[in-house]
Structures are given as structure tokens and as C-alpha cells.
């Protein structure tokens, strides 16, 4: 069964960079055929896909994005890892990593096969 495990910090302060990272286990993040991707909730508000990798490298991300933002793998370690720049008091949210399968389209969150626990991050000085 495979398992995602979000890490990072939980305060980062204006202008900075949001690093989080997510550790796969059960599963190879090269195994075909799989989006891994972030997604965010906001306070009060709906989950927003973010950005995903695919199990050979591809990257996509959302149009919706305010920020510069990459994801990036480590396949060594069986992770990937996020990275939000120039961050503001809105990034402050939940972030969730996930998994879900390439014969779907990525940004579709209900489609999602598993989840990490989430990861609330707060933005501020």
C-alpha cells in the first residue's frame, strides 16, 4: 500500500521561498503510470491543484499558479518536492501530496487514488 508523507517547514516568512517535500513509500515514483502532484486548501475554500510530476519526469502546472513555482524528483530517496517562491500571507494553507493515475486528467482532485495527511504551512513575519 503505498504511503506519502508531506515534510517541511510549518512557518515561513514573506517573500520567501516554500520548500515542502513528499517521501513515498509502497511505491516507486517511477512506477508507471502516475501523476504525483500538490495540491492546496486554502482556509474556507475548495482544494486547488497545484503542480505534478509524472513517473517519467514530465512536469505541469497549473495556469492558476499566482507565484513561481517548480516541482521537482528526487528518485533516489523516492520523493518529490515543491517549491513556492515569493510567498505571501494567502499561501497560507494546507498542502497535500498525492497520487493519481495518468489515464485521468491530472487537475482532476477527485480523482486522486491517495493522499498524504496534509501539511499546514502558515506565511507570516
Known amino acids: 500500500q503505498v504511503q506519502l508523507q508531506e515534510s517541511g517547514p510549518d512557518l515561513v516568512k514573506p517573500s520567501q521561498t516554500l520548500s515542502l517535500t513528499c517521501t513515498v513509500s509502497?511505491?516507486?515514483?517511477?512506477?508507471?503510470?502516475?501523476?504525483w502532484s500538490w495540491v492546496r486548501q486554502p482556509p474556507a475554500k475548495g482544494l486547488e491543484w497545484m503542480e505534478a510530476?509524472?513517473?517519467?519526469?514530465?512536469?505541469l502546472y497549473s495556469p492558476s499558479l499566482k507565484r513561481p513555482a517548480t516541482i521537482s524528483r528526487d528518485t533516489q530517496k523516492n520523493q518529490f518536492a515543491l517549491q513556492l517562491k515569493s510567498v505571501t500571507p494567502e499561501d497560507t494553507d494546507v498542502y497535500c501530496c498525492?497520487?493519481?493515475?495518468?489515464?485521468?486528467?491530472?487537475?482532476?482532485?477527485?480523482?486522486?487514488?491517495?493522499w498524504g495527511q496534509g501539511t499546514q504551512v502558515t506565511v507570516s513575519s
Open positions: 498525492a497520487r493519481l493515475r495518468t489515464d485521468t486528467r491530472v487537475e482532476n482532485i477527485d480523482e486522486i487514488d491517495d
Open positions: 509502497g511505491a516507486a515514483i517511477t512506477a508507471a503510470y502516475y501523476y
Open positions: 510530476i509524472t513517473y517519467d519526469g514530465t512536469t
